[in-house]
């Protein structure tokens, strides 16, 4: 269950907090992709894995430098800075005092306490959703690489920059035009299985099949996209309402925090895709699929 996984990532965490580790050795000591874990624990905790290890240092330097005789020096070495002009500026900006201050009497720190992940029952709400399963489907698609850590990030628009530069380059409608009309949906693809683990690959296409123009899908592919393909999966699938992308972000984070707890249904590895129909129901920003699997009890 993956609550249960995050709390003993967040465990594995704190039993080596001095050590030089990040989001994807927590990851590998509880047997989840990187990227899985990164996109986890990011939406159930609310930040990702290396700035909670951040925020958690960053703590416990403070503590340390008010009560040993530890140097400055010290202290930045023993949780991983580089030098002490790298710690003092992550130490004043998380804790507003510079480290020599914090070495003074009544200097004004902030305290990052351990997570303990608790479930947690939101009463009276409705979530709405529908199992389906699909075999091994093909796509044609406009692909690229992306790292792992632009997940959940609020401040990064690479994938929404990639959506406009696709449609900006007119990348798009020659992949609409090879579908029959009332059936050129498009897909958001998002795939984690790689064996480069700091990327994971995003692909905006159309669905490969017997409304798709074949000889059209040969000449694409010979101009730049991809072929994608997908193996069968069971997928719970939501639809987000909304005006923009946000609606998607928060039906991932619904998911988390109220979907797999309630349901034991947990994510797979294999790809998830967002769906924006040609002729959607008003209010209706796109379908979401995530494939999923029934944890064991």
Same mark, same amino acid.
């Given at each position: ?13 704190? #039993? ?13 000591? *509880?047997?989840? &992709? ?5 996109? %986890? ?27 040993? !005789? /530890? ?12 030098? @002490?002009? &790298? ?18 009497? +009544? ?17 009276? =709400? ?44 007119? /990348? ?13 949906? *498009?897909? +958001?693809?998002?795939?984690? %299985? ?8 995003? +692909?905006?296409?159309? *669905?490969?099949?017997?409304?798709? #123009? ?7 592919? !010979? ?29 991932? =984070? ?14 797979? #590895? #294999? ?18 699929? *995530? @494939?999923?699997?029934?944890? /064991? &009890?």
């Amino acid at each position: 269950m993956a609550m249960h996984l995050i709390q003993q990532a967040i465990n594995y965490m704190e #039993d080596h907090i001095y050590e030089d580790i990040n989001y994807a050795d927590v990851a590998k000591s *509880i047997h989840m &992709s990187s990227y899985n874990f990164h996109r %986890t624990f990011s939406f159930i905790a609310g930040m990702t894995a290396n700035e909670y290890i951040r925020n958690r240092r960053l703590t416990l330097a403070a503590q340390e430098l008010q009560t040993t !005789d /530890l140097s400055v020096i010290d202290v930045a070495f023993k949780y991983g800075y580089e030098s @002490p002009e &790298s710690f003092s500026k992550a130490f004043s900006r998380f804790h507003g005092s510079t480290p020599k201050q914090a070495k003074k009497p +009544g200097a004004k720190l902030h305290l990052f306490n351990p997570l303990v992940i608790k479930i947690t029952m939101e009463g009276g =709400s409705i979530m709405d959703y529908r199992m389906e399963h699909r075999g091994p489907q093909q796509f044609l698609a406009m692909v690229r690489a992306f790292s792992n850590e632009i997940i959940n990030d609020d401040n990064d628009h690479s994938i929404p920059d990639f959506w406009t530069e696709c449609y900006d380059k007119n /990348l798009v409608e020659p992949m609409k035009l090879l579908r029959q009309e009332g059936k050129r949906d *498009i897909y +958001g693809l998002c795939s984690p %299985t790689r064996e480069n683990e700091t990327h994971f690959d995003y +692909g905006i296409g159309v *669905i490969i099949d017997e409304d798709t #123009d074949s000889a059209g899908v040969k000449k694409l592919l !010979d101009n730049g996209y991809s072929l994608w393909k997908s193996a069968a999966a069971d997928y719970a699938v939501f639809q987000c309402l909304g005006t923009d992308g946000d609606c998607i972000g928060e039906m991932w =984070s619904k998911f988390y925090k109220e979907f797999s707890p309630q349901t034991g249904y947990e994510q797979t #590895d #294999d790809t998830d895709y967002e769906i924006y129909f040609e002729n959607g129901k008003e209010g209706l920003f796109c379908e979401l699929w *995530i @494939p999923v699997k029934k944890t /064991l &009890s």
